[in-house]
């Protein structure tokens, strides 16, 4: 199984600040990653998919980067909106495969 | 527009089954591989489980395999997932997501709101 790390596990943040998380696969998953945002009590919400690809309605601050194995988030300005965690999945093979999250609070 | 709308949840002894439903509307059901993920309390998403879109080929996490069964009616635009001999760690929301499908290779793009299964005597 693929297994897929993310850091840091939470971080703190003001408003405006520019936020950048990491995911890494024990293994090349090529672009097949997806990033996604849930907060407290909803179903998550894809951000970005095949790595790189920003979702439909999406705000362009989200941006997503990487290849193979590294991978990472960007939100270039922190809105109050966007205080929430962040999952990764991999849909390279089975089983899918999410990251262990990474919450975003505010400083 | 897209809604997936789950039902079926509730309160269950460890050992029983259940049957989890999800009713698709505003797509081509039958044209999109389905998914079942769940969430424990406080936990991260867990993918449980994956069918094509004509049903011939489903794939199983470990530790649902052999206990789980995914289905699919695509005369009735629904998913669902038989949840047998269930334990306390099956407690969880669960969630139905499509995708991809024959025309896309989009992942996971939308999902349901969930419904809640908790295991306990």
């Known amino acids: 199984d693929i297994q897929m790390t993310q850091s840091p596990s939470s971080l703190s943040a003001s408003v405006g600040d520019r936020v950048t998380i990491t995911c890494r696969a024990s293994q090349g998953i090529r672009n097949d990653l997806g990033w996604y945002q849930q907060k407290p009590g909803k179903a998550p919400k894809r951000l970005i998919h095949a790595a790189s690809s920003l979702q439909s309605g999406v705000p362009s601050r989200f941006s997503g980067s990487g290849s193979g194995t590294e991978f990472t988030l960007t939100i270039s300005s922190l809105q109050p909106e966007d205080f929430a965690t962040y999952y990764c999945?991999?849909?390279?093979?089975?089983?899918?495969?999410f990251g262990p999250g990474t919450k975003v609070d505010i400083k | 527009q897209v809604q997936l709308v789950e039902s079926g949840g509730g309160v269950v002894q460890p050992g029983r089954s259940l049957r989890l439903s999800c009713a698709v509307s505003g797509f081509s059901f039958s044209i999109y591989a389905m998914h079942w993920v769940r969430q424990a309390p406080g936990k991260g998403p867990e993918w449980v489980a994956v069918i094509s879109y004509d049903g011939n080929n489903k794939h199983y996490a470990d530790s649902v395999k052999g206990r789980f069964t995914i289905s699919r009616d695509n005369s009735k635009n629904t998913l669902y997932l038989q949840m047998n001999s269930l334990r306390a760690e099956d407690t969880a929301i669960y969630y139905c997501?499509?995708?991809?499908?024959?025309?896309?290779?989009?992942?996971?793009?939308?999902w349901g709101q969930g419904t809640l299964v908790t295991v306990s005597s």
């Open positions: 997501a499509r995708g991809p499908g024959i025309y896309d290779s989009s992942y996971l793009d939308y």
């Open positions: 999945l991999q849909h390279n093979s089975y089983p899918f495969t």
